[in-house]
């Protein structure tokens, strides 16, 4: 299990926290399933609603699962409407945060599994691809799909993938029905450093990082 904790909202480059070690980012299209899915990884219900209180919604948002080891989670993108100034601020944010973050070791991309690989995702795609870090796709709301269906996309998926030729993989997610819980943990934890009930690749035993009050530490930082 993993165990997260909001650690802090960061509105501009230069206030990224200095001395984090281990990053890893998640994406999407606004209303793909990101927050649902960081709460079901991070075992928290509320954990990930930090990222849609306003005035937060275009930040990014730290969560920590180890000392200096973070999950970030990126604003969503694909507001229609969002003026034109807000859209450039938000590429000049993600773009500057993906392409020069040297402690970023991959991005977790969310696709609604009904639409995956959108214009958008493309992009963000596009944009990653030169750093030559990891991307694991998230195919959520697989509950939606018959399971022959949501495993033809996760081949076309795979497929796609290939063809851009970016160290990727893909795999089945659904919040609500727990499907695919284990196999994003583990990915996680291989980038972070944080192995199941091991020590972490800076020396520290795991469970020293354990967050007591586990549960509802989302509840103090969330109305
Ligand atoms: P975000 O905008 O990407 O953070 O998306 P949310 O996590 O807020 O989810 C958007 C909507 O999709 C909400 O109504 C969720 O309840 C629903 N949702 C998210 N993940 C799943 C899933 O795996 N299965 C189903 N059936 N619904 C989901």
Do not use: C
């Amino acid at each position: 299990m993993l165990n997260a904790q909001f650690y802090t909202t960061v509105a501009q480059l230069a206030d990224l926290p200095a001395d984090s070690e281990a990053e890893v980012a998640f994406a999407g299209r606004s209303n793909a399933g990101k927050s649902s899915a960081i709460n079901a990884i991070a075992r928290h219900r509320r954990l990930a609603f930090v990222s849609k209180i306003p005035g937060r919604t275009q930040h990014l948002n730290f969560f920590q699962i180890a000392p200096r080891r973070f999950l970030v989670d990126l604003p969503g993108y694909g507001y229609a409407r969002a003026p034109l100034g807000q859209q450039r601020a938000w590429q000049s944010l993600i773009g500057g945060y993906l392409a020069r973050r040297p402690a970023l070791r991959g991005l977790i991309l969310i696709m609604d599994i009904r639409h995956p690989f959108t214009e958008l995702d493309r992009q963000l795609l596009n944009w990653f691809a030169p750093t030559g870090k990891p991307v694991h796709i998230l195919l959520s709301k697989a509950d939606k799909l018959s399971r022959n269906q949501a495993i033809n996309v996760l081949r076309t998926a795979r497929a796609l993938l290939d063809e851009i030729r970016l160290g990727g993989s893909a795999q089945l997610f659904s919040g609500p029905k727990q499907q695919g819980l284990e196999e994003a943990e583990a990915v996680l934890r291989a980038w972070l450093g944080v192995p199941r009930g091991g020590v972490a690749d800076d020396g520290t035993a795991e469970t020293a990082k354990k967050n007591p009050a586990e549960g509802d530490t989302a509840g103090q930082t969330v109305p």
